[in-house]
Structure formats: structure tokens, C-alpha cells
Nanobody, 124 residues
Framework: EVQVTESGGGLVQAGGSLRLSCEVT????????MGWSRQAPGKEREFVAS????????IYADSVKGRFTISRDNAGKTMYLQMNDLKFEDTAVYYC?????????????????WGQGTQVTVAS
């Protein structure tokens, strides 16, 4: 059984930073693309960032480009989202996801495994 677990959320002042972590068990971590999405109150879940299986390619939503950095440590089987210059509108539940299929192209990830989410609250 695949389990996806996020951590690192919390309350931060606008302009501050947080780093989210995501661990996955039940699959060969180094073979699967990973990503982050978020859902703010009253809004649909939206894409934040993705990174391919070997960490050589990453894409970002325009709203976070230049402020957020996605990375992965395949040896440590952990993915990260470094969030800098946080804004009130970044407040959301952040969800980690992992590709069901290994070695996918980052723009065509297909089905995903999802975590339960971690709350990020930015105080203005």
C-alpha cells in the first residue's frame, strides 16, 4: 500500500518562509515523479509544482514562480517545497502527490497518489 505523508505546515507571517516535506512508502521513490497542489477555503484544488523522477525537471504555477522551490532527495526518499516570501493568498491546505506510474514525463503525469494534506496559514 502506498502512503504519502506531508509535514512542515504551520502559521507564518507574510514575507516569511516555510519548508514542507513529503515522504512516500510503498513504491520505489526514485522512479516516480512528485508534486504539490493546494486548496484554499472555498476554492478548488490547484497545481503548485511538480518535479520529475530524477529531479532534473521541475515546473511551477505562475503564482508561486520565483518564490517556491521544489526539490527531492532520492536517497532520503523525501521531497520538499521551500516556500519563501509567503503571501496571505498562499494560505491553503498543501497536498503532496506521487505518480502512480514510474518514469512519467512531467507534463503528462497521469494518475496520482495523494497525501492527507498539511495546513499552511499566512498571517497578513
Amino acid at each position: 500500500e502506498v502512503q504519502v505523508t506531508e509535514s512542515g505546515g504551520g502559521l507564518v507571517q507574510a514575507g516569511g518562509s516555510l519548508r514542507l516535506s513529503c515522504e512516500v512508502t510503498g513504491l520505489t521513490f526514485s522512479r516516480h515523479g512528485m508534486g504539490w497542489s493546494r486548496q484554499a477555503p472555498g476554492k478548488e484544488r490547484e497545481f503548485v509544482a511538480s518535479i520529475n523522477w530524477n529531479g532534473m525537471s521541475a515546473i511551477y504555477a505562475d503564482s508561486v514562480k520565483g518564490r517556491f522551490t521544489i526539490s527531492r532527495d532520492n536517497a532520503g526518499k523525501t521531497m520538499y517545497l521551500q516556500m519563501n516570501d509567503l503571501k496571505f493568498e498562499d494560505t491553503a491546505v498543501y497536498y503532496c502527490n506521487a505518480d502512480v506510474r514510474p518514469f512519467t514525463v512531467i507534463q503528462r503525469r497521469g494518475a496520482l497518489y495523494w497525501g492527507q494534506g498539511t495546513q499552511v496559514t499566512v498571517a497578513s
